[in-house]
């Protein structure tokens, strides 16, 4: 007999609570190349699990990158056999990295606020107009009625602040204020926590951005901004991986910009492309004709060939949509 | 008889609501080099006052800004005569730049979040535990009972918004977010106000900043960061004025510096010093003693000399303070 296709099926936040108090061992998956969201509702969560009795294991395919250490301690030795498998701010297996071969078909419950869930586990609690997931992940420790200790306060006043850009952003609403504000009554440290997110740049890094403003290129009359990190710039700097992520939100404030542009060398001949745009731009169409995806503002693609081919094929991609603009068709 | 000197009486909020009803026409000051909180306060305060039949107008010394304009209307005019004399987030007379001749003696009402506020008016509804001045004005306004429209609310949200760095400084409190979900019900466009606030560089900024970026210097082990900011640099790019803050900014982000310094070139042989500071260094001492003044985090000074002589009276002046902490001393 095939093996069937899974049944995803939808809980609301009382019965993902009711489902965490029924069962007693947990690994709690956050997704690769970890973020505040994912590490903040993962360690949230285990705080929270802990306060009732559970045991809980917090698990990543990767490194967790330092500056989020100060509400990540260790967490309990779960065996996988009868342990109950929870996903957090993870849209799909493939998003678990290296951890996808041993989870990726059996996770039975995900929390998650990405609205392009591929519904890969057996349970899902979805908000899609969360902010954060950390923002359902306080609603469902309320709910649990479980205490929130300083280090699950602290862990998702950080994913909320990083994935809002600390409340500036189109996916804030009221209540991701009033949580925020519900969280100022567990001594968390919102200055200090913003500081490390949003207010910490490098040396080097300070240095690399130097260079890139060097590339700077502008096209269709200022409307799109390129800017190139090669190889080179790389190594001098020692700057790689998450942190030139700042290259893309320079290419997304320049005055005018509608569509930022940022090429970062990975290989040889490869670079990973990172789209921003402004409407009637859709990051998200540009991504896919150069080979990649995303979202409607922010989009990706990987290509290969010379720094100036890529550049070439870009601005190829960009010119009728410039020139339906121009033309006064507004989507595009 | 000599003039006594004037008495200034404290209002809480809710002798001022009835302070402002029991008044008709008023005229609105805002303070000098305007910023989003007094012009915030301004506006919200005056639209709040004609929900209620009032007359009133605001007043500010210097252009508004064109990025405020979306909640700036036409208010009345009002004659100065029989008026009452409001001042928002005017810490001192001073502040009111060229209005000072004609209002700073004559303020009967002052508004304000600054705990240095110099008591210059009859009467002072002082919250120095508010982020922004417009924290203020909302508790008034609903303490009045008066309806918020949409431009009250998006000015009031500019002014909370800006003092705070968008929710990320240490003067922000629960209540801080309270306001800000109580906001949302008014219809503001949050995401398009921080785009304009936050994200919005011109591209001639950019240059500059890439200009300054190459001036960087490193003094005390890379505690201290100076970047210099010269008169050509202003004269290619075009940038000035407030538009220069951004460089502030950037001294200030930078990992391990407690001591960020930015050098702006304001005439042929005078600067204008920036300083920015972690503990346990004290900006307003250094600023102090560099002939200026400030915070404890932020503080400046005005200086004469060429580039190279200011350099050197600021190194001097940091450097035994440097020596202080490599000694383990705790203040300075």
Redesign the interface.
């Known amino acids: 007999m095939e093996k069937e296709k899974k049944q995803c099926k939808d809980l609301s936040l009382r019965e993902t609570a009711r489902f965490l108090k029924r069962h007693d061992n947990f690994i709690i998956l956050t997704h690769a190349s970890p973020d505040g969201d994912t590490l903040g509702a993962g360690y949230a969560l285990f705080y929270g699990l802990k306060e009732i009795g559970k045991i809980a294991a917090v698990i990543c395919a990767d490194v967790i990158p330092g500056k989020f250490k100060f509400f990540v301690h260790e967490t309990d030795v779960v065996p996988l056999e009868g342990s109950t498998v929870i996903a957090v701010d993870v849209a799909a297996k493939g998003l678990l990295g290296s951890l996808e071969e041993t989870f990726g078909d059996i996770v039975n419950l995900c929390i998650d606020h990405h609205i392009s869930n591929s519904r890969f586990s057996d349970y899902l609690c979805l908000d899609a107009n969360a902010s954060a997931t950390c923002e359902i992940i306080y609603e469902l420790l309320e709910e649990m009625g479980v205490n929130i200790n300083t280090d699950a306060a602290n862990a998702m006043y950080t994913g909320i602040a990083t994935d809002t850009?600390?409340?500036?952003?189109?996916n804030?609403?009221?209540?991701t204020?009033?949580i925020?504000?519900?969280l100022?009554?567990f001594e968390i440290e919102?200055?200090k926590i913003?500081k490390i997110m949003?207010?910490?740049?490098?040396?080097n890094l300070?240095?690399l951005?130097?260079m890139v403003?060097?590339t700077?290129e502008?096209h269709f009359d200022?409307r799109c901004i390129i800017l190139s990190v090669t190889a080179e710039m790389q190594e001098k700097t020692g700057c790689s991986g998450s942190e030139l992520d700042s290259i893309a939100v320079?290419s997304?404030?320049?005055?005018?910009v509608i569509c930022g542009v940022s090429i970062k060398q990975t290989g040889a001949e490869k670079f990973k492309i990172s789209l921003r745009t402004y409407p009637p731009l859709n990051a998200s169409e540009i991504g896919k004709e150069l080979g990649g995806g995303g979202h409607a503002a922010a989009a990706g693609a990987s290509m290969n060939g010379s720094l100036n081919e890529i550049k070439e094929k870009i601005l190829a991609v960009l010119k009728p949509k410039m020139e339906a603009i121009d033309a006064g068709i507004s989507s595009c």
């Open positions: 850009g600390c409340f500036k952003y189109s804030v609403t009221a209540k204020h009033l925020a504000a519900k100022f009554e919102p200055a913003n949003f207010d910490t740049k490098s040396r300070l240095e951005e130097r403003l060097d700077a502008y200022n320079i997304r404030c320049v005055e005018g």
